[in-house]
Nanobody
C-alpha cells in the first residue's frame, strides 16, 4: 500500500502564491509519474501538472507560466509552486502517483487539499 500526504493548501488573495507538497510512503520500489489534479463541484477532475521520473513536465494550458511542478526523488515528494493565482484556480487539489513495488504496480491518490483564491 502507498499513502500520500498532501499539505500547503489554504486561502490566498488573487495574485498570491501557494506551494503544495505531497509525500509518498509505503511499499515503493520506484515512482514513475507524479502529478497534481484539481476538481471543482460538479466538474470532472482535471490534470494540472505532471512530472515523469526523468523530469519531463506537462501542464494544463490554463496554468502554463504560472505554476511549476518539481519532485524530490530521494524524499518521494512532489511539489506544485503556484504563482499569480486567480479565483478560477479555486479547487480541491489532488496528488497522484504511480509506480511499482517489485512486480506490482500501484496508482494512488491523495486525500485532497483545498485551495481558495479570493479577496
Amino acid at each position: 500500500q502507498v499513502q500520500l500526504v498532501e499539505s500547503g493548501g489554504g486561502l490566498v488573495q488573487p495574485g498570491g502564491s501557494l506551494r503544495l507538497s505531497c509525500a509518498a510512503s509505503g511499499r515503493i520500489l520506484s515512482i514513475d509519474t507524479m502529478g497534481w489534479y484539481r476538481q471543482t463541484p460538479g466538474n470532472q477532475r482535471e490534470l494540472v501538472a505532471c512530472i515523469t521520473s526523468g523530469g519531463t513536465t506537462d501542464y494544463a494550458d490554463s496554468v502554463k507560466g504560472r505554476f511549476a511542478i518539481s519532485r524530490d526523488n530521494a524524499k518521494n515528494t512532489v511539489y506544485l509552486q503556484m504563482n499569480s493565482l486567480k479565483p478560477e484556480d479555486t479547487a480541491v487539489y489532488y496528488c497522484h502517483v504511480d509506480g511499482s513495488w517489485y512486480f506490482r504496480r500501484f496508482d494512488s491518490w491523495g486525500q485532497g487539499t483545498q485551495v481558495t483564491v479570493s479577496s
